[in-house]
């Protein structure tokens, strides 16, 4: 009895999520732009409800909102999905999609991107500095005991391996500004406030990625791929 309860609200959630499913490919079956639309808006809020987080969440999300015409918010959704499953190809190929439909390049961040870690979902990082640092441990304990210089070398490569990722997941996790998306087009200003001058000619783009330094009630200063810095409307904005 005791297991049926514990498995009811997962059975519950497996449950509204086939329904969503569902709601979405009558969107894709849908002979009538209303129709169509209003699958989609079913689909969109059950996805929104659902519990907990996953690539393939928010691949959906990702789909519906591109479905409804928001490609700049299907962009973050395929770009959060990326960060869970990083070597997914399919994933990889909507956010292409998407970004070609913003007229915007699917790039993360530079220093990002030169970190072999982004090429591990975040389970696959703890995984293998698990791993290591338990392969480093017993390799020295072995070296220890025996006495043997050797072994005690070669639990140095596991031992490097584990600091190394540890240091990396630092890095992007708590020292590194975090990467947001711009989900409507935005004005570029000086500083927090509407009276303060735009830094750009133009408006920022949807789909446009920045790197979000902090944020001042609802202004939010950012860093364009181009160096250029300035504050947006914290709501324009899709943090990664």
């Known amino acids: 009895m005791k297991l049926l309860l514990l498995l009811f609200p997962l059975l519950c959630s497996a449950h509204t999520l086939d329904n969503t499913h569902a709601a979405y490919l009558r969107g894709e079956a849908a002979t009538t732009f209303t129709e169509a639309e209003a699958a989609f808006n079913e689909a969109l809020a059950g996805y929104l409800a659902a519990p907990g987080s996953s690539p393939w969440l928010s691949f959906d999300l990702g789909n519906t909102y591109f479905q409804l015409g928001e490609p700049a918010t299907a962009l973050y959704h395929y770009s959060r999905a990326q960060q869970l499953a990083p070597r997914n190809r399919q994933i990889r190929a909507h956010l292409r999609l998407a970004s070609k439909k913003l007229g915007v390049t699917p790039k993360t961040p ?49 031992a490097t391996l584990a600091i190394l990722f540890s240091l990396t997941l630092i890095y992007l996790n708590i020292l590194a500004d975090p990467g947001a998306i711009l989900l409507k087009s935005a004005t570029l200003r000086r500083d927090a406030g509407v009276n303060y001058a735009a830094v750009c000619d133009h408006p920022l783009a949807p789909g446009t990625r920045v790197r979000l330094t902090n944020q001042r009630g609802e202004w939010a200063k950012i860093i364009l791929p181009s160096g250029e810095a300035g504050f947006v409307l914290a709501d324009s904005l899709g943090i990664l």
């Open 110 to 158: 530079l220093p990002h991107k030169l970190c072999a870690a982004t090429l591990l979902a975040p389970h696959e990082r703890n995984i293998l500095i698990a791993i290591c640092g338990a392969l480093a441990t017993l390799l020295a304990a072995f070296a220890i005991q025996l006495k043997n210089k050797k072994i005690l070398k070669l639990s140095l490569f596991p």
